[in-house]
Each structure stands twice: as C-alpha cells, then as structure tokens.
C-alpha cells in the first residue's frame, strides 16, 4: 500500500462538520410524509388510529391528542412523533450552510427504515422513501428487486435526490459523508424478513447472531443492547483482543459482501449509464462491537473505490458512564481515519462548565495532552471534536448543568436538570468552549441546531425541530417530570448564528489553526490562570488565551503583542491583563523561541 493509504485525505484535516438529522431539519415537502403504516414497525407501542404529523413548531414537552390516548409516558410515545422532515428540506437550505460557512455534511443514517433516526435499517441500498419526493412509487420499484442482487437495484426517486444533493454540496465546497451501522439491522430488514418468511430453509438463517428457532416454532435471536427491533449481525471467531482492547474477528462473508456492494452504490453511483458524484465517507456506528478484520478490509475495498475515502469510528465507551474507550487502536492507519472525539469534550467540559466532573487548569492541559499522546499527527487533525449530537445533550444545556458527563441527563433521569435557556455565567462558559473547539486540534462539529442556540437534554430532547426564522413556535414548557416550571419562546438566536460564522470564517482563513502544530504553555500557569495555546503552520503562528476564570489575569509579556484576530468579553486594545472570562486570538512571533528563552 501507498503511504497515502495509512494517512487520511487531506480534505479532512479542513473539515468543519455540521451533522443533519434529517426528519428534525427541515420538511420542504409535505407530500412526502411519514404515514401511519409506514412507521408502524417502529415500535413495540400501538400507533394511535388518530396519529398524524407533528406541526413544526409544537410545544415539545406538550403531548399531542394522539399521545394523550396512550398508556405511556412522555419520553415513550415521543417516539412515535414525526415532523416530517426530508431531503427537498436539505437541498432548500444548502445556501444556509454556505453562509454558516461549513464544508463538510455528516448524515445520520439515511437509508429505508421505519423509525425515525434510521439505524433499524430496512435496506442499506436505499434512501427512506419518505425523505424523497415520491414514496409509493419508490416503494412500488423496490418491491420488483430482488435485495439480495445488486443486479435487480434500481434508483429511487429518494435515491436520486440524495446524488443530486452530493453534486449540489460538492459543488458549493462541501464534503458528504453518511451514517451506517454494519452492527445491527432493524427487524424489518429484507434478510431478516426473509428469515421470519423461509424460517430454516431461509439462505440468510446464519446472518444473524444467536438465530434459531425454539420448540415453540418462535424465532430467537441477538439484538444489540437487548433492543428486540435491533438484531445484531453474525460475527465469526470474535473475541476482544485483551493487548489492544477491539474485537477480533470478521463479519459472516454474506453480509459482508452484502455491505462492500452497498458501499460500492453509494461510492460510485452509476444512474441510466450516467457516474454521479459519489458520498466522501463513512460515519461507522458503535465500531468497536465490529471486528477489526472487517475494517481493515472495508478500509482497504472503500480506498480502492476511493482514494480520498474518509472513514470516521464511533468509539465512545468502555465501561459507562466511567470510562470513554482509548480511540488509538482503530487509528494507526489500517482501519479508520477518524473518531468522534467525545474524549476531547469530557475533558473540555469539565474545564469550562461548573459540573461534578471539575478539573483545573493544571489538569486540564495534562489531560488533553494525553488524549492525542502517540495518535500520528495526520490523525489528530481530522479527529471530529464535538459536543453534542443526536445522542447527546445540547451544548448550551449541557453546559448548564453539573451532572456528570453523559449522565441522568435528562428530567426522568434527574428532576433537577435544566432544559430551559441557560442563565449567564453558563452561556459565557459554553462561548469559551467554542473558541478554544474552533481553534484548537482537531476537526470542530457541530450538531444541527446548536448553531441556533437550541436546547435539549440527552435523547429524545436533543432532536427537537430545527428552529427556522420563517417558524413560529409554541412557547416551550418544562416537562412533566422537572421539579420547576419555566416557559420560554424557541427561536433562532441570530447572534449565537453570528459567533459560529465568525469562529468558522477565522479557522477558514488561516491554516494554523486546522494544519499547524499545537504547543500549550504550562510555565505561565505560575503567575496566570489563562489557557494559552499557539497554533503554527509554515510561516503562520498564532496564539489563543482564554481566561476561564471570575478574576482578571496577567497577560504574559511575550503575547502582549501581535494583531488581534478574535476577542470575546474584552477590547481590541489591550493592557497588561484579560477581564474575567474572556478570550482573544492573535498573531504571535515563533513559539518555539517563546518555549526556548523560558
């Protein structure tokens, strides 16, 4: 292999990621729906004969008629709400992301399935129906194909939306890559309906872990964290390698063949003889219950199709809510690319909020530090630092409250957790945050919606529609199971808007701060609380100083000097000392000769 095989594209070390939910970003067609059958298979629930779609801008904790007939509570027939979201709502705010600035899109999971964040796939090869203008004809075609023979596939209206936003991206500077889960498929998955049709005789009984059938004639079978509308996929020899902490193994060779033919689709699309542009990469769900064999060879098969392939690893816990696996074994070149590095936010939170998980400023250099220790420089550029996402607590809420990193998160969980907008001194703490995430190493994400100020705890709270200026919403009241009462009005908060434009514009413009080397400066740390990194590239060095601290603090003299590029809470003509909680970024002389004469 090429030294460029083990390295990732450079187009990643560039990226700036917005990740789309799509049934919460944007309904731009309300012919395309979901029904009442199509999301049946969703749950274990009775869908309400009353179901419909939720209006956009409903009140989230408020139930709808439909919900209020149903013995269950909140958090359990929200998953049943639909808003509608879809793929002509994608392509209608492309000039909105342009404007945002980003240049690179991160999909949750596209493909057909009944639920609404799509990891209970029912056909990897296409796009869900209802994401696209047309979805009984879609289905009309899928049903004459045979799902088991690329041959028979054919391109869906859904299908052929989704390449033509790819091209529309691509030609706007911005790099697409979409959600899969090779772990798991949902129960309504072609192979698995197979399975419940032929039974033993079905050609795919053993795609699927632990799958027989008992004395009873019941089907029996593994599913992933003992969700039943999740069967897992068969894995073969797998063991966890006990040195290196992944999975030994393979995938069965069915699926696995079934998946390059998959990737094959989505990596070079051929429509009416036509090559279309074709996705960028691969975001790869809960990576580490996958053998490493099969990554290795998915990197190897996705590479050949496209040299510049970025795969990115979810890689998130070893033991929850405890201990975050080590993403170093899946990044040495033969596998991934990339993680999304939770691990740089626990660390970063926990600096900057006001949470259980408190650190120091000595602990908090220590510990980044060790996060990117013996990861190849190449890799620590392109790790995807986020925090939030569809699994995950907005920022602004999870800046405002104290529990520990990623748990009781929500108001089921703690009836003291804050889902409102938070108060000063914790949106000052989630802005300084952000400074030091868009200027520091590795590939800043955002979660769709944080860019608007939205709030929400863990999911489902933290899926809620996207707050459109052209939508009014329904005043937002706190959920049944809070200990207090708020009321507050979701709107799209232009300044917030305006800090993340300004954050992506300056880490655009100057390639320091997503190619350069990273140095903090721990000796000043004697005589200043200030976080003090640089960032250098070539002939470029810049310095970045944060005082996350009520007190003012004295700027060290050789960083008094230099143009001011950024500033948060302070002037653009500065003394000797930074005001409390505030930040600024401008240019600096060599760090290196910094580093020496101290």
């Not at 005789?201 to 004395?215: A, L, P, R, V």
């Not at 550029?381 to 748990?407: C, E, G």
């Not at 954050?503 to 000796?523: A, E, N, Q, V």
Request: proline content about 6%.
């Amino acid at each position: 292999m090429s030294e460029s095989f083990y390295n990732p594209p450079e187009w990643a070390s560039k990226a700036i990621w917005y990740q789309i939910f799509v049934e919460r970003f944007r309904n731009g067609n309300t012919n395309a729906e979901p029904t009442f059958q199509s999301i049946q298979e969703s749950t274990v629930d009775k869908v309400p004969d009353a179901w419909h779609v939720t209006p956009w801008g409903h009140d989230w904790y408020a139930k709808e008629d439909w919900a209020k007939d149903m013995p269950v509570d909140f958090y359990r027939a929200v998953q049943l709400r639909r808003y509608g979201g879809d793929l002509s709502g994608v392509l209608s705010k492309i000039p909105y992301l342009k404007k945002l600035g980003v240049n690179a899109v991160y999909f949750n999971p596209l493909n057909h399935a009944p639920s609404l964040h799509k990891y209970d796939t029912t056909y990897y090869h296409h796009i869900d129906v209802h994401f696209g203008p047309d979805p009984q004809g879609d289905l009309e075609k899928i049903k004459n194909e045979d799902p088991g023979d690329p041959a028979t596939w054919t391109w869906t209206e859904a299908d052929k939306l989704f390449i033509k936003i790819i091209a529309t991206f691509a030609e706007n500077g911005i790099y697409t890559i979409v959600d899969f889960s090779w772990n798991h498929t949902g129960h309504t998955f072609w192979a698995f309906e197979d399975i419940k049709k032929n039974k033993s005789n079905s050609d795919y009984i053993d795609w699927y872990e632990g799958i027989h059938f008992d004395k009873n004639d019941n089907l029996v079978y593994g599913s992933w964290n003992d969700i039943t509308t999740l069967p897992e996929l068969k894995k073969t020899n797998k063991s966890r390698n006990p040195e290196k902490g992944f999975m030994d193994g393979d995938l069965h060779p069915g699926i696995k063949q079934h998946i390059f033919d998959v990737c094959k689709r989505w990596i070079q699309p051929v429509i009416n003889g036509k090559k279309c542009k074709g996705i960028d990469g691969m975001r790869l769900d809960v990576a580490d219950l996958v053998p490493m064999s099969f990554w290795r060879e998915l990197r190897v098969f996705t590479r050949g199709l496209n040299k510049n392939f970025l795969l990115v690893g979810e890689n998130w816990w070893e033991e929850w809510p405890h201990k975050l696996l080590d993403p170093r074994p899946w990044l040495e070149g033969d596998s991934f690319d990339s993680v999304m590095h939770y691990q740089w936010f626990q660390v970063a939170r926990a600096y900057f909020g006001d949470s259980a998980d408190n650190i120091d400023l000595v602990e908090f250099i220590g510990r980044m530090q060790a996060l990117y220790n013996d990861i190849r420089v190449n890799n620590c550029r392109v790790l995807m630092n986020l925090a939030s996402s569809h699994d995950a607590p907005r920022i602004w809420t999870s800046m405002f409250n104290k529990n520990q990193y990623k748990y009781k998160c929500k108001p089921p969980e703690d009836d003291t957790y804050r889902t409102d907008y938070p108060d000063k001194r914790s949106y000052t703490a989630t802005i300084l945050l952000l400074i030091h995430q868009f200027t520091f190493l590795g590939a800043p994400h955002i979660w769709n919606g944080d860019e608007m100020g939205m709030v929400g705890a863990d999911d489902p709270d933290n899926r809620k529609p996207l707050h459109w200026p052209d939508i009014l919403f329904r005043k937002e009241n706190a959920s049944e199971y809070s200990s207090y009462e708020y009321q507050i009005q979701p709107v799209f908060d232009a300044s917030v808007f305006d800090l993340y434009q300004k954050l992506i514009k300056l880490r655009k413009k100057h390639l320091c701060l997503s190619l350069g080397d990273c140095l903090f400066y721990t000796f000043e740390i004697k005589t200043s609380k200030l976080v003090i990194y640089t960032r250098s590239y070539k002939n470029q060095s810049m310095v970045v100083l944060i005082n996350n601290n009520p007190e003012p603090q004295l700027i060290p003299k050789d960083f008094q000097y230099g143009s001011v590029l950024f500033y948060y809470n302070i002037s653009d003509c500065l003394d000797t000392e930074m005001p409390p909680y505030s930040a600024f970024i401008k240019t600096c002389s060599d760090p290196y000769s910094i580093l020496k004469k101290n």
